[in-house]
């Protein structure tokens, strides 16, 4: 296998500089088989799929006026959710790890994944057999949060912590219908995070407190996935304009809120975050 650019690929938080992202364009978005709440919310009316492409434009501006480098993968037809790459991979340390999907009606973006980075260089490891996405993945320097639910099975957190062992890995249960782990947590610095504490149990809040100061959003904002924000560092964070009580909280802590419409987008499930897979964040 190549390794040309093995050097390149590092992700040791949710909050570091974003260097460079793996997208893919929702051209094919739409839902045909409901796999979430969201979803089941919206299948009546579906999904705008050239509304959903031009929002997705915007978001891809928006960070390519940051300076970030983003990377495109090729979209199928087969594959109406592959726009949500962070579930297909994800990095950690210098690791990039291929997820197993537990969905079939996206089994098979892995593979378009895996052609895609041996075309361009890159290594990766491999969880077939581990069923894992990487919504339910949240890492903060030598912490990584997985959240147990059924796309995430406690095999696969078992696996990745032999696979890991300079890192703590901290399995997280939580409501299963709220899908990924990123819909209700998500680290946005090293003391903050953004969380909807209903999903998850005294235990749980408990424990979260206890390395960050948390920071609630609102039941109707975790529909309209709140906790979903992409940070790209320096303080930095993109998120909904819809989603005022979020925005507003960041702001007050001196975020910089970078405000893009991808409504369309978020009816099946997923926001920023699920939107984007990191591969390279340089800590600042």
């Known amino acids: 296998m190549i390794k040309k650019n093995e050097e390149t690929i590092a992700c040791f938080s949710e909050y570091d500089a974003l260097h460079k992202v793996i997208v893919c364009e929702p051209?094919?978005?739409r839902i045909s088989e409901v796999i979430n709440e969201t979803q089941r919310r919206y299948v009546k009316d579906n999904i705008d799929a050239e509304v959903a492409v031009q929002q997705h434009r915007h978001f891809v501006?928006?960070?390519q006026k940051e300076g970030i480098e983003v990377l495109t993968l090729p979209?199928?037809?087969?594959?109406?959710e592959q726009v949500f790459t962070r579930d297909i991979g994800f990095t950690l340390g210098n690791t990039l790890f291929i997820s197993e999907m537990g969905k079939g009606i996206r089994q098979g973006e892995e593979q378009v994944l895996m052609t895609w980075l041996r075309e361009h260089g890159y290594s990766y490891h491999n969880l077939e057999d581990y069923r894992i996405e990487g919504g339910d993945v949240i890492i903060d320097r030598d912490r990584i949060f997985i959240g147990v639910s059924d796309r995430t099975c406690s095999d696969a957190i078992a696996h990745l912590q032999e696979q890991l062992p300079a890192f703590t890995v901290i399995p997280i249960p939580f409501n299963e219908r709220y899908l990924h782990l990123d819909c209700v947590f998500n680290i946005i610095s090293p003391t903050e995070a953004l969380v909807f504490l209903p999903a998850l149990s005294k235990?749980?809040?408990k424990l979260l407190a206890s390395y960050y100061h948390l920071i609630e959003v609102s039941q109707e904002e975790q529909f309209t996935l709140g906790t979903n924000?992409?940070?790209?560092g320096q303080q930095k964070i993109l998120s909904l304009p819809v989603n005022p009580g979020v925005n507003t909280a960041?702001?007050?802590r001196g975020y910089h809120v970078i405000e893009v419409d991808i409504t369309e987008i978020i009816k099946s499930g997923g926001s920023f975050r699920c939107c984007t897979m990191p591969v390279v964040r340089i800590k600042s």
Request: proline share 5%; hydrophobic share 35%.
């Open 61 to 63: 501006s928006a960070m």
């Open 27 to 29: 051209d094919h978005m």
């Open 250 to 252: 960041l702001r007050e």
């Open 75 to 80: 979209s199928f037809e087969r594959y109406p």
């Open 229 to 232: 924000v992409l940070s790209i």
């Open 203 to 205: 235990k749980e809040r």
